[in-house]
């Protein structure tokens, strides 16, 4: 036997078992760290929200992603959440997974077609910070596209949205926040960052108002892009339109620093 021979080499040789038992527990050590170290998928399991009863003084708290996906699965499940208040109660990161949005469904002319699930609360953010929101899929041009989907009469405020990624090039409903806001819904002191990006009906902060509502005190420095002579692009909102007889559109207080294409 060579003196000069490698280790490994020699040990192959007069040890073969060995060799394959520690290739097969490498093997299972690799595939339990797999199952122990992978993040439970969001919204799987735990309480929906870390205390609270849903009234103003009392709110439903969200402390983490998981929280925030199954308060989303409740609303998109039908639950609308008027007359309750939801708040946020930590910083969320959503880790650029493709995010559904929070009252899922489309618009009929200028409201929301049968079959969505708007929110009718309201949600505040207490100036926490959302981060890591991506989209990249949209059912249809129709579809609402942003954290929230659909707010119907209801409220969205004082949250800030940090690194956006929204990309729906078949969407005409996108924004930050919220993508429609329909029927007196506000959204107040939200402030976008990042980049939103559809065919038309795309803003910084909401895609497009109709019939009547309040967009006051936003904040948007995210790139809004819309396809090149399509229009209904803008960096607080997309496009407002439709206001009822005795209904109004207010747009107050809001800043834009993103670039605008479109």
Known sequence: MSSTAPVHALTAKYFPRAIVSLRWAAIAFALLGAIFLAPAAWGASGPMFQGGTGTASDPYLVADANQLCRFRDAVNDGNDFAGKTVKLAEDIDLAHVEWTPIGAGTRKGSGAASG?????????????KVSGLSITTSPDADSAVGLFG????????????????????????????????????????????????????????????TLSGTISDCANSAAVTAMTGVGNVGGIVGSAYYTTDTGEMVIEGCTNTGAVKG
């Open 116 to 128: 969505s699930t708007p929110f009718a609360g309201t949600f505040d953010g207490a100036s926490h």
């Open 150 to 209: 659909i707010v119907k009469g209801g409220t969205v405020r004082d949250a800030v949205l940090d690194g956006v990624a929204i990309d729906v090039p078949g969407s005409e409903l996108a924004g930050g926040a919220v993508g429609l806001l329909i029927d007196d819904g506000t959204v107040s002191s939200v402030s976008v960052s990042g980049s939103v990006s559809a065919h038309a009906g795309v803003g910084g902060v909401v895609g497009r108002m």
